[in-house]
């Protein structure tokens, strides 16, 4: 990793009413995602990085809280998402409906990209990150977070029923609850792993700045600890920093897709 981050961040009582709110998100899902959004604005300025007058992607904007706060401090931010589900009343940006994993735009195009809690829902988990970085300026920063397979809330609304793995989990939650978990492993639900996405950045030569558990960053240490990453983290946070030539992962630089690191698997370090 890269120079270690300031290790202030939000107190313990902030972070436990967030997380909270997380528990809560499918009632209130304005409410986490604006407290979730502020946190990653102010994460984002202790490490340097000032949104103003940056030209910033969002990938995966979901209720729309992120974009609402990078416009509000001074960002030039275009949302992208495969359908328009922000929330009423969120403060709108430029939106475009696309695929993370194919991104309408050419390469060097953003100063900064984010992408909040799609790495486990998309099946091509390196052709997103891939994406990420082709559009980003060279040494531009990506802001990319997921919640890793095997912390508490792995399965989303079917969780912790996920420790009991892809197929019976599922067949569990649905005798409990009389329907079938809208996130489907396998289907719009993927397991992606904190030591797998690490191994796999380091493979293609990316700078990774940081790691930090997304509900308590002065827990960094977390991140160094195989196996135990993986379930106390909860939300992974890795900040990068993207190649000198962005065309170095760019569609045509010669990578076919046999060169990515392996996306699933338990062949991936943990």
């Known amino acids: 990793m890269g120079a270690?981050?300031?290790?202030?961040?939000?107190?313990?009582?902030?972070?436990?009413?967030?997380?909270?709110?997380?528990?809560a998100h499918r009632r209130e899902p304005l409410a986490y995602g604006r407290a979730v959004s502020g946190l990653t604005l102010r994460d984002l300025r202790r490490r340097g990085i000032d949104p103003r007058g940056r030209r910033w992607l969002d990938v995966g904007t979901g209720s729309g809280t992120l974009p609402e706060a990078l416009g509000g401090a001074g960002a030039g931010v275009v949302a992208l998402d495969l359908e328009d589900r922000r929330a009423d009343g969120?403060?709108?940006?430029?939106?475009?409906?696309?695929?993370?994993?194919?991104?309408?735009?050419g390469a060097g195009v953003f100063d900064a990209v984010s992408c909040s809690n799609?790495?486990?829902h998309t099946p091509?988990?390196?052709?997103?990150?891939?994406?990420?970085?082709?559009?980003?300026?060279?040494?531009?920063v990506?802001?990319?977070?997921?919640?890793?397979?095997?912390?508490?809330?792995?399965?989303?609304?079917?969780?912790?029923?996920?420790?009991?793995?892809?197929?019976?989990?599922?067949?569990?939650?649905?005798?409990?609850?009389?329907?079938?978990?809208?996130n489907r492993p396998g289907r719009t639900l993927?397991?992606?792993?904190?030591?797998?996405?690490?191994?796999?950045?380091?493979?293609?030569?990316?700078e990774?700045?940081?790691?930090?558990?997304?509900?308590?960053?002065?827990?960094?240490?977390?991140?160094?600890?195989?196996?135990?990453?993986?379930?106390?983290?909860?939300?992974?946070?890795?900040?990068l920093r993207a190649p000198a030539v962005a065309?170095?992962?760019?569609?045509?630089?010669?990578l076919d897709p046999a060169s990515r690191p392996a996306s699933r698997g338990g062949a991936a370090r943990r």
């Open 247 to 254: 065309a170095g992962v760019g569609r045509d630089d010669g």
């Open 208 to 239: 990774v700045l940081d790691v930090t558990p997304r509900y308590w960053p002065r827990q960094r240490w977390m991140a160094r600890v195989p196996g135990l990453r993986e379930v106390l983290m909860w939300n992974c946070v890795i900040l």
């Open 4 to 23: 270690e981050a300031p290790s202030a961040g939000p107190s313990a009582g902030e972070m436990w009413r967030t997380l909270k709110l997380a528990f």
């Open 90 to 105: 969120v403060g709108r940006t430029e939106f475009v409906l696309a695929r993370g994993e194919s991104l309408p735009f």
């Open 124 to 140: 091509d988990t390196w052709g997103l990150i891939r994406e990420l970085l082709r559009v980003c300026r060279p040494e531009a």
């Open 190 to 206: 993927f397991a992606v792993h904190v030591g797998m996405v690490l191994d796999g950045l380091r493979g293609w030569g990316i």
């Open 118 to 120: 799609v790495l486990e």
């Open 142 to 182: 990506v802001y990319l977070s997921w919640t890793n397979w095997y912390s508490p809330f792995g399965g989303h609304e079917w969780s912790p029923l996920h420790y009991l793995g892809p197929r019976l989990g599922p067949r569990v939650y649905s005798a409990l609850s009389g329907h079938p978990p809208r």
